[in-house]
């Protein structure tokens, strides 16, 4: 049942997304609106029930999570109040017709095997922070098996220390087996959801090491209930 619920999810995604594109090419003084109301309709398809702990702080200027599943980005961008510009990899924006994902509500794309992407990312997050729009990364770099953590890539510090970002770190469970992008199973189901006490960017501190530390922490005491 899991199988057919998630090819229905694909064939829905397909269909969807592609609509939510032209919407968003069409109506861009509306791009966040429609981008919310596509993630409700799959919260409601998918049978997505939530469970929150700690505060959303909308005054950060970065959201950084786990990545376990394509519904983490889903869960984000239906909760968060703000505008969020994405940090992706080149790949998905490369995608026939499915790279205007990106395209269309200006995420950020950055190519890992270019040496020049830290500077792309640079320069475009701040003209993404100029317009009020939070950054939001996985820094991790690519998704885990939603049972650890992998190690954090530098992309994600490098960014907030030059520009002295609030960050908020928020830790996600359950999302890779209500949404399983990989294997494409599907199951109705409740996602956790964790707001970290945000802290303040600075090249003095070793804030990102601690906030990494902390989500791993997070994450293996919510596994071992």
Same mark, same amino acid.
């Given at each position: 049942?899991?199988?057919?619920?998630?090819?229905?999810?694909?064939?829905?995604?397909?269909?969807?997304?592609?609509?939510?594109?032209?919407?968003?090419?069409?109506?861009?003084?509306?791009?966040?609106?429609?981008?919310? $109301?596509?993630?409700?309709?799959?919260? =409601?398809?998918?049978?997505? &029930?939530?469970?929150? !702990?700690? +505060?959303?702080?909308? /005054?950060?200027?970065?959201?950084?999570?786990?990545?376990?599943?394509?519904?983490?980005?889903?869960?984000?961008?239906?909760?968060?109040?703000?505008?969020?510009?994405?940090?992706?990899?080149?790949?998905?924006?490369?995608?026939?017709?499915?790279?205007?994902?990106?395209?269309?509500?200006?995420? $950020?794309?950055?190519?890992?095997?270019? =040496?020049?992407?830290?500077? &792309?990312?640079?320069? !475009?997050? +701040?003209?993404?922070? /100029?317009?009020?729009?939070?950054?939001?990364?996985?820094?991790?770099?690519?998704?885990?098996?939603?049972?650890?953590?992998?190690?954090?890539?530098?992309?994600?510090?490098?960014?907030?220390?030059?520009?002295?970002?609030?960050?908020?770190?928020?830790?996600?469970?359950?999302?890779?087996?209500?949404?399983?992008?990989?294997?494409?199973?599907?199951?109705?189901?409740?996602?956790?959801?964790?707001?970290?006490?945000?802290?303040?960017?600075?090249?003095?501190?070793?804030?990102?090491?601690?906030?990494?530390?902390?989500?791993?922490?997070?994450?293996?005491?919510?596994?071992?209930?």
């Amino acid at each position: 049942m899991s199988k057919i619920r998630g090819i229905f999810t694909l064939i829905q995604f397909t269909i969807t997304v592609l609509i939510t594109v032209i919407a968003m090419y069409l109506f861009k003084k509306h791009n966040h609106k429609i981008r919310k $109301i596509w993630t409700a309709l799959q919260i =409601k398809l998918l049978g997505i &029930t939530f469970v929150i !702990e700690g +505060k959303m702080d909308e /005054s950060c200027d970065m959201v950084i999570m786990n990545h376990q599943s394509l519904l983490d980005i889903v869960v984000m961008e239906y909760l968060h109040t703000r505008n969020l510009a994405w940090v992706g990899k080149k790949e998905i924006t490369d995608l026939f017709l499915f790279g205007h994902i990106m395209k269309a509500p200006e995420m $950020i794309s950055i190519n890992r095997e270019d =040496k020049t992407g830290i500077v &792309t990312l640079l320069r !475009e997050a +701040k003209e993404r922070l /100029s317009k009020g729009r939070p950054i939001a990364m996985f820094p991790e770099g690519t998704r885990s098996d939603g049972k650890s953590m992998g190690k954090f890539k530098s992309g994600a510090r490098i960014l907030a220390d030059k520009y002295g970002l609030k960050v908020q770190p928020v830790v996600m469970l359950n999302t890779r087996q209500v949404l399983d992008s990989k294997t494409l199973h599907a199951i109705p189901g409740t996602v956790k959801v964790i707001f970290l006490e945000p802290v303040v960017a600075s090249k003095e501190s070793d804030w990102f090491v601690q906030t990494e530390a902390k989500m791993r922490e997070t994450l293996e005491k919510e596994m071992a209930k």
